[in-house]
């Protein structure tokens, strides 16, 4: 998955929007792969990243502690409340519509969204690209 990703910053750079791959050791490219539909009724079905309505990329930058969607269809973003640094790990807490936290993997890059409202939850899995 890295090389994927590698090769699309690679690509990106030939057409002018490089910068995102160049970013500070504090602003992170993500990719959204697969996501969950969890209710009380129907447990948790899998669904795609269109379905959910959730952009394929994404810029996490911890220093400004926003969440950016890098997709030209879905044009957003999303403010982290919190920012916690475990052994290994980095947990990233918000709320929009509904709580929400973020587990990534400060060595293998594997990103864990979960989601949780009134009755319904959700995760949402990825990967970044960790320098």
Not at 25 to 32: G, P, V
């Amino acid at each position: 998955m890295k090389k994927y990703i590698m090769a699309l910053c690679a690509l990106m750079l030939l057409a002018g929007t490089g910068s995102i791959c160049t970013a500070a050791e504090d602003s992170i490219i993500c990719t959204l792969t697969r996501a969950n539909d969890c209710s009380p009724e129907d447990g948790c079905v899998e669904v795609s990243i269109d379905q959910m309505a959730l952009p394929r990329f994404v810029r996490i930058d911890l220093k400004s502690k926003t969440i950016t969607s890098l997709d030209k269809e879905i044009s957003r973003y999303t403010q982290i409340t919190t920012i916690d640094r475990l052994e290994g790990m980095t947990v990233m807490h918000g709320t929009e519509l509904r709580g929400w936290s973020i587990a990534l993997g400060q060595n293998t890059g594997n990103l864990t969204l979960s989601a949780s409202g009134d009755g319904e939850g959700f995760v949402v899995f990825g990967v970044c690209m960790i320098k």
